[in-house]
């Protein structure tokens, strides 16, 4: 099993671009989430969903949108990316286990 | 949700035990005690969680206390690879709330 898998690992773009990340998993995990880390901070929440078709708010959706159309991936967009949009992006998958497990990152910078 | 406090930094020699301090006083009844793991810039890593008893898998041990109001992470036998931030998250279900964590270096 691949787990949690994240793509692309790296990127970089220019202000006002608009770009999707993917997050998959394999192990049929009902809930995913988005989560962002800052340098120096504690992952917070973007957005998470607890089913196929199904999306909800986190702690920082400004800027973002997610779509969750098969429940093995889960997108999360950006319009029209800033330079306070550049973090460290991870994806967790969870469920019907509690504990929850991480993709390895997408670090994204805004010029 | 309860509000978790962990101390900043701590040291451990490596092959002692790290032993890890959560505070939780706020916690209620149906509230769990989550420990994650991340090491240098690596997606975080669950270890364990418990609600009132104490655990142990092969990674670590959590010692809740009898009133709930805090915890211990131990990891019994520390190496230099457990050179990471620790975060304690007090939730019911769903997504984590991380804090700053606690930073713990295992030293030589």
């Known amino acids: 099993n691949a787990g949690v898998t994240q793509t692309p690992k790296f990127r970089v773009l220019k202000t006002g671009q608009s770009m999707t990340l993917l997050c998959a998993q394999d192990?049929?995990?009902?809930?995913m989430y988005w989560y962002r880390q800052d340098p120096g901070m504690g992952l917070r929440l973007i957005h998470y969903?607890?089913?196929?078709?199904?999306?909800a708010k986190g702690e920082v959706p400004d800027g973002y949108n997610v779509s969750r159309l098969k429940k093995q991936n889960f997108l999360l967009g950006l319009e029209s990316a800033a330079p306070s949009q550049t973090s460290v992006y991870f994806c967790?998958?969870?469920?019907?286990?509690?504990?929850?497990?991480f993709g390895p990152g997408t670090r994204l910078t805004v010029l | 949700d309860a509000k978790t406090t962990q101390p900043p930094s701590m040291d451990c020699a490596e092959g002692r035990a790290a032993n890890l301090p959560c505070n939780h006083s706020?916690?209620?009844?149906?509230?769990?005690v989550y420990w994650y793991r991340q090491i240098h810039s690596q997606g975080p890593q669950y270890i364990i969680h418990?609600?009132?008893n104490n655990e142990t898998n092969e990674m670590a041990s959590l010692i809740i206390t009898e009133d709930r109001k805090s915890s211990t992470l131990i990891l019994p036998h520390a190496t230099l690879r457990d050179t990471a931030v620790y975060y304690c998250?007090?939730?019911?279900?769903?997504?984590?709330?991380f804090g700053a964590g606690t930073r713990l270096t295992v030293k030589p």
């Open positions: 967790a998958s969870s469920y019907p286990k509690p504990e929850q497990f």
């Open positions: 192990m049929n995990h009902e809930y």
């Open positions: 969903s607890v089913g196929e078709g199904t999306t």
């Open positions: 706020t916690i209620s009844g149906n509230e769990y």
């Open positions: 418990g609600l009132k």
């Open positions: 998250i007090v939730r019911v279900d769903g997504d984590m709330r």
